[in-house]
C-alpha cells in the first residue's frame, strides 16, 4: 500500500534496501521525502547491468560483496564517479573491508574475536546494519562506523545462521571499546 509506504518512510530517517524488484517503486518516495538512502546491491559483477542502476543512482550509500572481485576499488571508482557524494562500502570476507569516498577508498583489516567463525551467512547485512545503525543513526564517524559495521559482521559469523542471537547495540559498544 503506497500511503502506509509513504507514512512509514515519512517517519524515517534511514531506509536501506535489498534489491528485490518490488522495493525499486520505493525509492523516488523515499528520496523525495529526504530519507537517506543505503542499498546493498549484493555480489555484483557490472555496475551497469540494469538490474541494479536505479538502486545505485536512488542511493547515498551502497554496500557491496567484493566476492566476484580480486580488488573492490575499481568497482567503488566507477561508482564514486558516477555519484562523488555516495559512500561505497565493501564486504571482502576474510580480507576485512573498503571504503569509498570522495577523498578516496580506505581498507580496513578484518576484526578479530575469540569465538571462532561458525556460518558467514548474514555477515554482509551485519556489517550494513553496524555501519548504518553507527553513522547514519548515532553519529560515529565514518572509521568508527566502519569499526561497528565490522564488530557486527565478525560477531554474526559466530553463531549459526539464525536471527535468535543478533549483536545487540550494548554488545556491539562494548566490543568497540575493547577494539585496536
Same mark, same amino acid.
Given at each position: $500500500?503506497?500511503?502506509?509506504?509513504?507514512?512509514? /518512510?515519512?517517519?524515517?530517517?534511514?531506509?536501506?534496501?535489498?534489491? @528485490?524488484?518490488?522495493?525499486?517503486?520505493?525509492?523516488?518516495?523515499?528520496?523525495?521525502? %529526504?530519507?537517506?538512502?543505503?542499498?546493498?546491491?549484493? $555480489?555484483?559483477?557490472? +555496475?551497469?547491468?540494469? #538490474? !541494479?542502476?536505479?538502486?545505485?543512482? #536512488?542511493?547515498?550509500?551502497?554496500?557491496?560483496? =567484493?566476492?566476484?572481485?580480486?580488488?573492490? =576499488?575499481?568497482?567503488? *571508482?566507477?561508482?564514486?564517479?558516477?555519484?562523488?557524494?555516495?559512500?561505497?562500502?565493501?564486504?571482502?570476507?576474510?580480507?576485512?573491508?573498503?571504503?569509498?569516498?570522495?577523498? %578516496?577508498? !580506505? *581498507?580496513?583489516? @578484518?576484526?578479530?574475536? @575469540?569465538?571462532?567463525?561458525?556460518?558467514?551467512?548474514? =555477515?554482509?547485512?551485519?556489517?550494513?546494519?553496524?555501519? /548504518? &545503525?553507527? #553513522?547514519?543513526?548515532?553519529? *560515529?564517524? +565514518?572509521?568508527?562506523?566502519? !569499526?561497528?559495521?565490522?564488530?557486527?559482521? !565478525?560477531?554474526?559469523?559466530?553463531?549459526? =545462521?539464525? &536471527?535468535?542471537?543478533?549483536?545487540?547495540? $550494548?554488545?556491539?559498544?562494548? #566490543?568497540?571499546?575493547?577494539?585496536?
Amino acid at each position: $500500500d503506497p500511503a502506509i509506504c509513504r507514512w512509514l /518512510l515519512g517517519e524515517a530517517k534511514l531506509a536501506h534496501f535489498n534489491i @528485490p524488484n518490488w522495493a525499486r517503486q520505493l525509492l523516488p518516495m523515499a528520496k523525495e521525502l %529526504g530519507v537517506t538512502i543505503a542499498c546493498d546491491i549484493q $555480489d555484483v559483477v557490472n +555496475l551497469r547491468d540494469g #538490474y !541494479r542502476e536505479d538502486f545505485i543512482e #536512488y542511493a547515498d550509500i551502497v554496500f557491496f560483496s =567484493a566476492v566476484n572481485h580480486a580488488d573492490p =576499488a575499481p568497482l567503488i *571508482y566507477e561508482l564514486l564517479n558516477w555519484k562523488p557524494n555516495l559512500i561505497a562500502v565493501s564486504g571482502m570476507g576474510a580480507r576485512g573491508c573498503a571504503l569509498g569516498t570522495r577523498e %578516496g577508498i !580506505r *581498507y580496513f583489516e @578484518p576484526i578479530t574475536m @575469540p569465538a571462532p567463525v561458525i556460518d558467514t551467512n548474514g =555477515a554482509g547485512d551485519g556489517l550494513a546494519v553496524g555501519f /548504518l &545503525s553507527s #553513522y547514519v543513526l548515532d553519529g *560515529y564517524s +565514518l572509521d568508527d562506523a566502519i !569499526r561497528r559495521g565490522q564488530i557486527a559482521a !565478525r560477531y554474526t559469523c559466530t553463531q549459526k =545462521a539464525s &536471527s535468535a542471537n543478533l549483536i545487540t547495540r $550494548d554488545l556491539m559498544s562494548a #566490543y568497540f571499546q575493547r577494539a585496536p
